[in-house]
């Protein structure tokens, strides 16, 4: 047994890559892609031999390597893939990976359709980040917005609770009867006269 791991104890500690948030993103993005994509293929190449091995009666899985991966995005679609993943905002790159893990579990898709699935998917989180981002100026709109006093209020609006356009069957019972005593904690309103 070797002791030089145990006398690397005055080695430098690994530094942390200084790479962006958005680069980091975008490598989690694809190689998520690519590794779902390899799963993709895997889980079709078992269904084609067990298949194989139902119509036949024979298992030769013994015998067979494992093949390469077959399937290659093209280079085109990866660098439109590329673009997307990179605006996507780090805070909704967890969530993006667990909701194309979901529909890739929901829909059990072939290996083609793995990039589609995963563009709808980068496609939802970017217009949700619009969506949050529009609600957020919304807010701060409202909150910088200067704020208007009451006092010009008052002089557009009179407060008259009593006051009705709605006739009723008892309005002549209620014209000619007096108005009933205000609580003490209540201010007197009086209702516009009408000339």
């Known amino acids: 047994m070797s002791l030089i ?25 694809m190689m998520e892609l690519a590794g779902q994509m390899r799963e993709v293929e895997r889980q079709q190449r078992e269904r084609r031999s067990a298949v194989r091995k139902i119509c036949t009666g024979v298992d030769y899985s013994w015998l067979a390597n494992t093949p390469r991966p077959t399937y290659d995005i093209s280079p085109g679609e990866r660098l439109q893939l ?12 967890g969530p993006a990976i667990l909701r194309f893990r979901q529909l890739l579990a929901e829909r059990e898709p072939e290996v083609q359709e793995v990039a589609r699935l995963f563009r709808s998917v980068l496609q939802e989180a970017l217009e949700k980040m619009k969506q949050e981002e529009e609600a957020h100026k919304l807010t701060r709109q409202w909150s910088l917005r200067p704020r208007g006093s009451l006092s010009s209020f008052k002089t557009r609006a009179r407060i008259a609770p009593f006051a009705s356009d709605i006739r009723t069957i008892s309005e002549d019972v209620e014209r000619d009867a007096p108005p009933p005593p205000r609580t003490w904690s209540m201010p007197e309103f009086r209702a516009p006269q009408a000339d």
Request: aromatic share 8%; glycine share 0%.
């Open 82 to 93: 590329e673009d997307v993943c990179a605006k996507i905002h780090p805070s909704y790159c």
């Open 5 to 29: 791991p145990w006398l690397r104890w005055n080695d430098t500690p690994p530094r942390l890559s200084a790479r962006s948030p958005a680069e980091m993103v975008l490598e989690t993005l």
